[in-house]
């Protein structure tokens, strides 16, 4: 599976994002899927995750309540909608792949990365 994630940008304070990540390979849909962020000098932390088949999906303390994750097997893509966006949300974030059925919240289930895009919020 390979990933290509785009949509980052520069945004104010409170405003809105939304990230796209298609996917090009088999079986696309034997995969969860997740959103991770890398802040400079940090590590790569967990953001949101969906399941194979888009049924569940799960987030962050940080995240649950401003963003959503959306996946459609049709199109191969996940996307991450992110609102209310503040200073410390300001990181390069990758999209990801876990192969199986369960959620996965762990950096080490995910085999597949995107190439990541830079998400700035400052006004």
């Known amino acids: 599976v390979q990933l290509q994630a785009s949509g980052g940008g520069l945004v104010q304070p409170g405003g809105s994002l939304r990230l796209s990540c298609a996917a090009s390979g088999r079986a696309f849909n034997t995969y969860a899927l997740g959103w991770f962020r890398q802040a400079p000098g940090e590590e790569r932390d967990f953001v949101a995750g969906v399941i194979w088949n888009g049924g569940l999906e799960y987030y962050a303390d940080s995240a649950r309540g401003r963003f959503t994750i959306f996946r459609d097997n049709a199109k191969n893509i996940v996307d991450l909608q992110m609102g209310n966006l503040k200073p410390e949300d300001t990181a390069v974030y990758y999209c990801?792949?876990?192969?199986?059925?369960?959620?996965?919240?762990?950096?080490?289930?995910?085999?597949?990365w995107g190439q990541g895009t830079q998400v700035t919020v400052s006004s």
């Open positions: 990801a792949a876990a192969p199986g059925y369960n959620v996965y919240r762990d950096i080490r289930s995910y085999i597949y």
